[in-house]
């Protein structure tokens, strides 16, 4: 009874703070707010657009438009804190736009965070959401929230694999029995690909091209693994040479070359983290498999690409920018029962 008061006054949220996009969910609720992780600040004072409202969907399409007395920033990097006052003026409007606060309440949440933060980073993330408005604050690992978003028995002494690819760390992990037997968190993902793609336009066709357009290659034709049928895209960019805007053709084959390092840094990263699983282990995973998720598991043939790399059975989740927001909402419905196990202060 008294939960469902509490529920109606203060819900319970659970954050994915993520490097390119936050998602809450509430508890019953599921998904309420899912938007870039992007401020618009006035440059000199560094105040919130907007009266603390230029957050999101709206701050992104600023990027690299803006005029000089503006600017909009992504105060994660890598899946770390980089600007602890704009994260913190993020977290408290996205916050409130999920929870639409009543009687001044502070919610409890779960946030989902990288596997291999400092105590320093984790004090960050703990004091950020703390002077956001946040009250109880439990710290879930993000492949681990993953892993439940995703429906995978960890609960079970069977060995389950999840790689959460999203645009500036991957987290991989292998869990057994609710807890990671092994795991690594990599600086390589989304972002990486999109500079690799950068540097590939530069170098064969002389043509500067920013990051957003690279991406948007990436997306349109970038596929991991060859296609029945590849495909092309026009790229606008700047002559090296001369300056002048000048346009080319690239087709899905030479986006696939560019993207080789970093997706094969990728591969490398999950087998060093299965090379550390004990053999028992490593049999599950010829069964039970690696599931993908976040934005990046959306690249044309990723899973193909792991498949015949891996040797072992790979799959996606059915919708990947969203697993360990789905995740953490799961465990809202369970905190009573499981929040000894979250980390409920900063180590
Ligand atoms: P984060 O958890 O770091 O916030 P997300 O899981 O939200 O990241 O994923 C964002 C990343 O996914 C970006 O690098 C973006 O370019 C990439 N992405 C989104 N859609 C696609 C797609 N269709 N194909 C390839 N990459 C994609
Ligand atoms: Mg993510």
Redesign the pocket.
């Known amino acids: 009874m008294f939960s469902r008061v509490r529920d109606w006054l203060c819900p319970d949220l659970g954050i994915?703070l993520?490097?390119?996009?936050?998602l809450i969910a509430v508890r019953g609720q599921g998904i309420v707010v899912d938007e870039p992780?992007v401020v618009a600040l006035e440059k000199g004072s560094r105040r919130v657009l907007g009266r603390g409202t230029a957050v999101g969907k709206l701050a992104r399409q600023m990027m690299g438009r803006t005029p000089e007395s503006i600017t909009a920033i992504q105060p994660?990097r890598q899946?770390v804190i980089a600007d602890f006052e704009v994260c913190e003026a993020m977290l408290r409007y996205l916050m409130q736009k999920a929870a639409q606060q009543r009687g001044g309440m502070r919610p409890r949440v779960v946030i989902a965070v990288p596997c291999e933060l400092t105590p320093v980073e984790k004090r960050v993330i703990f004091n950020s959401a703390e002077r956001a408005g946040a009250g109880r604050i439990y710290l879930i690992e993000?492949v681990k929230a993953a892993s439940i978003g995703a429906g995978l028995p960890i609960s079970e002494p069977i060995a389950n694999m999840v790689c959460?690819?999203?645009?500036?760390?991957t987290e991989i992990a292998v869990l057994s029995l609710a807890e990671m037997v092994a795991s690594r968190s990599l600086k390589v993902?989304?972002?990486e690909?999109?500079n690799a793609i950068v540097n590939y336009v530069r170098r064969k066709f002389s043509l500067r091209i920013g990051v957003r357009s690279a991406?948007q290659l990436?997306?349109d034709v970038?596929s991991a693994y060859p296609l029945d049928e590849e495909l092309h895209a026009e790229v606008r960019g700047l002559d090296i040479m001369s300056g002048i805007p000048r346009k080319a053709i690239i087709s899905s084959e030479e986006v696939r070359e560019a993207m080789q390092e970093p997706l094969g840094a990728l591969l490398e990263g999950v087998r060093s983290v299965i090379e550390r699983c004990a053999p028992e282990l490593i049999a599950d995973l010829a069964e039970t498999g690696l599931v993908l998720?976040?934005?990046?598991a959306?690249?044309?043939g990723i899973d193909a690409l792991f498949r015949e790399q891996l040797g072992i059975p790979v799959r996606i989740d059915e919708d990947?920018?969203t697993t360990?927001a789905r995740g953490t909402a799961i465990c809202l419905e369970h905190l009573q029962h499981w929040k000894g196990r979250f980390q409920s202060e900063a180590a």
Do not use: Y
């Not at 993520?18 to 936050?22: D, E, F, S, V």
């Not at 959460?164 to 760390?169: H, L």
């Open positions: 994915d993520g490097t390119a996009n936050t992780s994660l899946g993000k959460d690819i999203g645009s500036g760390t993902a989304g972002d690909v999109d991406e990436k997306i970038g998720c976040g934005g990046t959306l690249l044309r990947p920018l360990t």
